[in-house]
């Protein structure tokens, strides 16, 4: 009975430390969820590259394909932090997630028409079928397209779409006069004759950022610290490459058809920064007319500086 006690102890024991190791191990790694953007390239060359290795770190890239389950992922703690759009972001600080932007990301979004609706400029949109999505950054940058032409948005017809695929097809049957996408479903849509209207970056804002749980924030500043430095290089790694060096990244990380490699709209990258205060404003603002979050929600608690320096 000493001996089956003792093997069970040590059974135990040995469980016990293994689930430490274990823990300790996961909390080594800096997770992040992203799903298929444009903001997704310098990590996924960051990763494919080494550069995470070699600057200390472990990250795991956790691709999702729904914006909602990344969402969830990040409530519940099973990612340490996420690409994500500034809409998105202020309507879960203001609902109790504590979560803080430790940089701006690079989303690609254009109001894109379709082939057969006969529309050429932003001007024409008035009293026309625009496929969106309620509440989130594809409704925030219509609105914003259509106020820079003078048209309320309430002056059009709005068809609530939340999947992006689904508006993709309903632009190119004719379903909807006009749409708006992240990449690379703006290149497939222009290859089959959409005509783009409108971009985030010529409105002059910027929609996406990275984001950590506060906690974390805490757990993990030196992991954080480095996975910025590797961001930096990758993005010296894309101004001194051509995109054939990362077609492949394209390809699989980014989704993107081989064929549209190198005609995927990209952003400028920079060096990591911080989202401008103009861009958190208007944001806020527009969530503040709409009644999703409170009057008195203070913007000014979203960005934690201490990784980038203003």
């Not at 990590?43 to 969830?72: C, M, P, T």
């Not at 409704?139 to 397209?145: E, K, Q, V």
């Amino acid at each position: 009975m000493k001996k089956y006690l003792a093997g069970i102890l040590f059974l135990s024991l040995s469980l016990t430390l293994n689930g430490c190791m274990s823990k300790n191990k996961k909390d080594d790694t800096l997770i992040i969820g992203v799903m298929s953007s444009a903001d997704l390239l310098p990590y996924s060359i960051a990763q494919q590259n080494g550069l995470f290795e070699k600057n200390g770190i472990k990250v795991k890239i956790q691709k999702f394909y729904s914006a909602n389950d990344r969402d969830a992922a990040l409530q519940t703690g099973n990612i340490d932090g996420s690409i994500i759009d500034l809409t998105g972001t202020i309507l879960q600080k203001a609902n109790g997630i504590d979560l803080q932007i430790t940089s701006k990301e690079y989303g690609v979004f254009h109001i894109l028409a379709g082939k057969n609706s006969g529309i050429q400029t932003l001007q024409e949109l008035k009293n026309r079928k625009i496929a969106s999505s309620k509440n989130t950054v594809i409704d925030f940058i219509t609105d914003l397209a259509l106020e820079s032409v003078g048209i309320n948005p309430s002056e059009i017809h709005r068809q609530e779409i939340n999947k992006i695929p689904i508006r993709l097809e309903m632009l190119q049957n004719g379903q909807t006069d006009a749409t708006g996408l992240p990449e690379p479903f703006i290149s497939i849509a222009l290859q089959n004759g959409a005509t783009s209207l409108a971009n985030i970056q010529d409105l002059g804002y910027n929609a996406t950022c990275m984001v950590f749980r506060t906690s974390i924030i805490s757990e993990k500043q030196q992991q954080i610290q480095a996975m910025y430095k590797a961001y930096n290089e990758a993005v010296e790694f894309i101004h001194s490459s051509t995109r054939a060096e990362y077609k492949n990244i394209l390809t699989k990380d980014l989704s993107v058809p081989e064929n549209l490699t190198e005609r995927i709209f990209l952003p400028d990258y920079e060096f990591a920064s911080l989202p401008t205060g103009k861009d958190i404003n208007i944001t806020t603002k527009w969530l503040k007319e709409k009644n999703l979050i409170p009057e008195n929600f203070e913007s000014d608690v979203l960005v934690n500086n201490q990784f980038i320096e203003p």
